[in-house]
């Protein structure tokens, strides 16, 4: 199905003749957060740097204020109280099929972050323009974890900001542990309703079926992914790539191990406190990209 844009990328977006939306793009999180700066630096990042249009907020019972810092934002950002176990790929399955006002959606995590590359003016709306007139087909563009942690193993934070305190990584580092960095998660083109679950023997809570139609997502690259992973390790000259800061510090992780809950499944498996201590079993490399841009915006 091609879509057709028929106004300037910073203005409102029609689909001739099927539907209208209000954004081009927007983000989706689910967050429990207990970290005020983490959550300001998410949605400064992702708004603000990026070039996302739009952010959709359910908050699951957060144990700082986040409502204020949505707020400040005002139409930009929408927020969604969330009481118990939030039952994540349900609140997809709702929002983004029967409420989002964008074209193209990415729901993804609190310690998450989006790269785009300098080729596409670091601009995710530039970027998905620029795709959808080479391959106006693709309802999905699937874009590879790259695990960040800091370059020296650390017990407490000693910046506060996430970008600036992990710059460190290793497909090595992180290759024992839930599929190292070849994860995805997906852009969906919200013409097309999709199902985040687990059916048919197969993990697409990161790649979500297309309902009625048979669709794989596509990464950058080209390739088409099935389920949630890719068949390598994200490849660093990706222009677009999901940073992702699990491990915070040694500190951090235990405290995630002991004290956090699945909001995909009712079951929690990621209680290995040790696994923060056994990257270091590698020498981590630096990746300075989302830094400098981070500084660059300061």
């Known amino acids: 199905m091609q879509i057709t ?3 300037p990328y910073l203005g409102d977006y029609k689909l001739i003749g099927m539907v209208q939306k209000k954004y081009f793009t927007e983000v989706v999180l689910l967050t429990k957060t207990y970290n005020l700066q983490d959550f300001k630096d998410w949605l400064h990042w992702h708004l603000n740097i990026i070039g996302f249009q739009h952010a959709h907020i359910f908050d699951n019972e957060s144990s700082v204020d986040i409502k204020s ?3 400040s934002y005002g139409g930009r950002v929408t927020y969604e109280r969330i009481k118990g176990w939030p039952n994540q790929y349900a609140l997809y399955n709702r929002y983004i099929n029967n409420e989002s006002p964008a074209w193209w959606v990415l729901p993804i995590d609190d310690d998450e972050f989006l790269y785009v590359s300098d080729k596409y003016k670091n601009n995710v709306n530039v ?3 620029a795709n959808n007139k080479a391959h106006p087909d693709w309802c999905k563009v699937c874009v590879g974890w790259r695990n960040m942690f800091p370059l020296k193993f650390t017990e407490k934070r000693t910046n ?11 497909d090595d580092c992180c290759a024992r542990w839930q599929a190292g960095n070849k994860p995805v998660k997906t852009f969906v083109n919200t013409v097309y309703t999709y199902d985040w679950s687990d059916r048919d023997n197969q993990h697409r809570t990161h790649n979500p079926f297309v309902c009625g139609v048979d669709q794989p997502g596509y990464t950058v690259n080209g ?3 099935a389920g949630s992973w890719q068949s390598h390790n994200t490849f660093g000259d990706d222009d677009l790539i999901l940073f992702h800061y ?9 405290y995630k191990c002991y004290h ?3 909001a995909g499944a ?3 498996n990621k209680c290995v406190p040790d696994r923060y201590r056994l990257l270091y079993r590698y020498a981590p490399k630096e990746d300075c990209r989302m830094k400098n841009l981070w500084q660059s915006h300061q």
């Open 5 to 7: 844009v028929i106004a």
């Open 69 to 71: 810092v949505c707020d």
């Open 127 to 129: 970027f998905l323009l």
């Open 160 to 170: 506060p900001h996430l970008i600036l305190n992990a710059t460190g990584w290793g």
């Open 223 to 225: 390739e088409p992914i």
């Open 246 to 254: 699990q491990y915070k510090t040694e500190s951090e992780w235990i």
């Open 260 to 262: 956090r809950v699945s």
């Open 266 to 268: 009712k079951t929690f």
